[in-house]
């Protein structure tokens, strides 16, 4: 049976945030089973600053998921982290940061899984609970699609397809199995993208001031501007697909199904979640080993 984790001992990191431009501490922390992933701002006093990575307290997607609580305290561009938090398989984490948005760092998930990876993994004396998907659910956005259907595994299985009209990204897609070490060797390191046509108008919506060619792969025109060029030809798709892994977490425990997009995004992707979660035909909990999880996935095909 597979046993809910934490990391061993705190670890911390800095940096800027890619849209407030704003420098913040993470503190990482363990937790104790049951605790789920949470967010303190330590920079906030007189009001309740915990803040629960949960899809319900999503209060914006533009460009990034945005955490909120009924206090009004946000933690803003959490997705990175929490795909490195999913990816190494971590159940209960207490993130202490003293801003309103994670930083960015290389605009992957890199710099989180090496931190997570050196504070050391620890096992918990609790069952890891899983969501088993019985059901497929959808949301369609015009071309956008995103699904979340049964399958046999106890890991979440991914399969994304983005389409630009422009030769640097053109139509990639991929498919990846979220067996351990799978995210840390095929996604961790893919970095956020973005047009430089759209620079001007992102800061002028107070977004983007952060943003640089050392935390994101920037495309001009037909050319990407980084120097260094890109670490994989598909990095566009593998970091749509980072970004899923991010917000599926937010369901508030790994999935076991499949989770198939087309042109995905945070949007989509908290749309899909949340409408996961309120039907309850659709799943259920599950602490089996991968052989009960194969038979629950048999009963819910009859």
């Not at 050319?223 to 937010?250: C, S, Y």
């Amino acid at each position: 049976m597979e046993m809910q984790q934490t990391i061993e001992r705190p670890a911390m990191c800095a940096g800027i945030g890619v849209h407030s431009g704003e420098k913040a501490r993470l503190v990482l922390k363990p937790a104790p089973a049951g605790t789920g992933i949470v967010f303190r701002r330590t920079d906030i006093a007189g009001r309740d600053t915990l803040v629960t990575a949960h899809a319900e307290s999503v209060s914006d997607t533009q460009l990034g998921t945005t955490l909120t609580n009924e206090a009004g305290v946000s933690v803003a561009v959490v997705e990175h982290l929490m795909a490195a938090v999913s990816g190494l398989g971590i159940d209960n984490l207490l993130i202490e940061i003293d801003g309103p948005e994670v930083p960015i760092m290389d605009g992957s998930s890199a710099v989180f899984c090496e931190l997570l990876l050196q504070a050391g993994l620890k096992a918990q004396g609790a069952p890891r609970r899983r969501i088993r998907i019985l059901e497929t659910v959808e949301i369609v956005d015009g071309p956008k699609r995103a699904t979340l259907s049964p399958a046999p595994d106890t890991h979440l299985t991914l399969r994304a397809r983005i389409e630009y009209d422009n030769n640097v990204i053109g139509v990639q897609q991929m498919a990846l199995r979220m067996a351990p070490g799978m995210f840390a060797r095929n996604l961790a390191f893919a970095r956020t993208y973005g047009f430089a046509r759209d620079v001007d108008m992102l800061r002028s919506m107070g977004l983007a001031r952060g943003g640089s060619l050392d935390n994101a792969v920037v495309i001009d025109d037909e050319e990407i501007m980084n120097p260094e060029g890109l670490r994989t030809e598909d990095e566009f798709v593998r970091h749509k697909m980072l970004d899923a892994v991010g917000d599926l977490m937010l369901a508030g425990a790994p999935i076991a199904g499949a989770y198939d997009a087309v042109q995905p995004g945070h949007a989509l992707n908290n749309k899909l979640v949340r409408k996961l979660l309120a039907t309850p035909s659709a799943w259920c909990w599950e602490t089996d080993t991968a052989e009960a999880g194969a038979d629950a996935f048999a009963r819910a095909a009859l």
